[in-house]
């Protein structure tokens, strides 16, 4: 898989324009680009300062987003051969196809990887005042890249066996749904779900940069944001799906079912004493097994619905429910928020 081709630092971009040869020098428009050159440059500076960073390291060293985008594409295509693979794809050149797909998509994550990797060092080493200017060590984060897109690749089949069943549910649970296959080819939610599924492995390996991208190109992509840090378990089905937000500590059960616009959301977040908001705790609901969710259902706080409940359309709930509870936007508004 081939990386993006990146002009040089001395390249000037094309641009296509309408002006001809045969117009005149004069009628050409002049732009400040002198002073605005150096006043970028200054604000550049100025970032750099507030964030300790009196350097860049060698140029642009972060992941590609396109890239991350053709592996992500390439993956679905090992993941499901025959139905996201390539048209001409036939049976009995499955597994040739799927080896040298994930070959060249697994020398491209890891590519990825280490360029995370070596971001990661070097912005913690900013953030405790270290030498910033240090190269981390290499010969560790060489040999960590390589043992995160190992275990990332031996995760697959656990990932398709996942995905199969979020598939199952899709069309179990949608009555205009006619085929495994159109569901899988068609459902944004189902697309959001792969995504997530991958980036989810990545997240729980510790390059969650990575992890992130994936999910906001899902995002971007379905309307569907779903954070990598969430876990959600089997048979997940998420129908039409714009405008579905589910937060990074959410936990999901098994056979769980979402509608469009459902919030998974925090309902206050921690400050420290610094005044900065609080990261890595627990802020998002907790949805036991066989829960439905109804459109435009907004569910904030380290809150629990019960296994086998149903939440109404537009429901605002911040407090737990006892398992096979049916909420409706009356009983909900009676709740302390």
């Known amino acids: 898989m081939s990386q993006p081709v990146v002009p040089a630092a001395n390249q000037s971009h094309q641009f296509s324009t309408t002006t001809t040869s045969t117009k005149a020098n004069a009628d050409t428009p002049h732009w400040p680009l002198e002073r605005i050159v150096s006043e970028l440059r200054a604000e550049r500076a100025r970032w750099r300062e507030s964030q300790k960073r009196t350097r860049e390291f060698g140029g642009r060293e ?27 794809l036939r049976q009995e050149g499955e597994d040739y196809y799927i080896g040298y797909t994930l070959d060249s998509a ?5 590519e990825q ?12 080493a900013s953030a405790t005042q270290a030498d ?23 995760a697959l089949p656990k990932v398709r066996r996942l995905l199969d069943s979020d598939v199952q549910a ?5 009555p205009a749904a006619r085929s495994v296959d159109e569901v899988l080819l068609c459902y944004p939610g189902v697309l959001a779900i792969i995504y997530y599924r991958l980036a989810h492995e990545l997240y729980t390996q510790g390059v969650p940069l990575l992890a992130r991208i994936i999910s906001e190109l899902a995002h ?5 944001d779903i954070h990598p840090g969430a876990k959600i378990e089997a048979g997940f089905f998420i129908d039409h799906g714009t405008g579905v937000v589910i937060g990074e500590t959410a936990v999901i059960g098994q056979h769980v079912r979402l509608y469009q616009a459902v919030t998974l959301g925090a309902k206050r977040f921690e400050v420290a004493e610094d005044g900065t908001l609080q990261k890595d705790y627990a802020r998002h ?14 569910i904030l706080g380290r809150i629990t619905i019960g296994k086998g409940s149903t939440v109404g359309g537009n429901v605002w709930l911040t407090r737990s429910v006892p398992p096979n509870s049916h909420i409706t936007q009356q009983d909900a508004s009676h709740q302390k928020v």
């Open 132 to 154: 910033s200017h240090a190269e981390p060590a290499t010969s560790v984060i060489e040999q960590h890249a390589v043992e995160i897109v190992r275990a990332f690749s031996l």
């Open 285 to 298: 609901p907790i949805v036991e097994d066989d829960v439905i969710i109804y459109a435009g259902a907004t």
């Open 113 to 124: 990887v280490r360029l995370a990797l070596y971001y990661e060092a070097r912005y913690r």
């Open 62 to 88: 972060l992941p590609s987003r396109e890239t991350l985008r053709e592996i992500v594409e390439a993956l679905s295509g090992a993941l499901f051969p025959m139905r996201l693979g390539p048209a001409d």
């Open 170 to 174: 899709a069309y179990d649970g949608d």
């Open 106 to 110: 697994l020398n491209a994550l890891h």
């Open 220 to 224: 971007s992509t379905t309307g569907i």
